[in-house]
């Protein structure tokens, strides 16, 4: 069970748009902690895809989104494109003392159709 | 040009020691904590613990404290984990990662892993 929730798989069309949720609580998101996103491609090593809830690292196209609000963070995909099909993941820091550190959502595979 | 680079695959039996290797380039070694993450076969990412190369700061995850032993040689600019005695169950990919502060902010708030080594799978099986 992760600290961070993520829906198991999202799916779309090649041009639509889709995005991907990640809820946490009062002691990751909800305390201010940013949220960070990891894409990884099928057997390659996870990459950061969007960081500081909003910002695009170099070279990660525009219709790659991020926002966060409240407990909660969202990466939205616009214009999907067969290259997008990945696993991506969630990540934030958790003051808990159960959790005590760096936690990642369970991971989205993201199909495109 | 940063980069990690971690040792190869590694098959072990069950109660066997072992210690697997992430060699980092292209910036300060001491100056970035390096954390390792673990990923179980078609599961998702678990952080184990991070060290800070300076001084050898260790901070581990509950749910790894008391299994596994991070370590770095400085000299080489690498970082280690390790176990005393294999299980089945850590059995998965191994990722070592640069821990970094990310965008504007300079807080434990913004904290996030920048850079990944190319992984290395540990498989446990008598």
């Known amino acids: 069970q992760s600290v961070l929730t993520q829906p198991p798989s999202v799916s779309g069309a090649p041009g639509q748009r889709v995005t991907i949720s990640c809820t946490g609580s009062?002691?990751?998101?909800?305390?201010?902690?940013?949220v960070h996103w990891y894409q990884q491609l099928p057997g390659k090593a996870p990459k950061l895809f969007i960081y500081?809830?909003?910002n695009r690292p170099s070279g990660v196209p525009d219709r790659f989104s991020g926002s966060k609000s409240g407990t909660s963070a969202s990466l939205a995909i616009t214009g999907l494109q067969a290259e997008d099909e990945a696993d991506y993941y969630c990540q934030s820091y958790d003051s808990s003392l159960s959790a005590s550190g760096w936690v990642f959502g369970g991971g989205t595979k993201l199909t495109v159709l | 040009e940063v980069q990690l680079v971690q040792s190869g695959a590694e098959a072990k039996k069950p109660g066997e020691s072992l210690k697997i290797s992430c060699k980092s380039s292209g910036y300060s070694f001491t100056s970035y904590w390096i954390g390792w993450v673990r990923q179980m076969p078609g599961k998702g990412l678990e952080w184990m613990g991070i060290?800070?190369?300076?001084?050898?700061?260790?901070r581990y995850s509950p749910s790894f404290q008391g299994q596994v032993t991070i370590s770095v040689d400085k000299s080489i600019s690498t970082a280690y984990l390790q176990w005393s005695s294999l299980k089945a169950s850590d059995t998965a990919m191994y990722y070592c990662?640069?821990?970094?502060?990310?965008?504007?902010?300079?807080?434990?708030?913004?904290?996030?892993?920048?850079?990944w080594g190319q992984g290395a799978l540990v498989t446990v099986s008598s």
């Open positions: 990662t640069r821990l970094n502060y990310l965008g504007s902010c300079s807080s434990t708030s913004c904290l996030g892993f920048d850079y």
């Open positions: 500081g809830n909003s």
């Open positions: 060290i800070y190369p300076g001084d050898s700061d260790t």
């Open positions: 009062s002691s990751n998101i909800g305390a201010g902690y940013d």
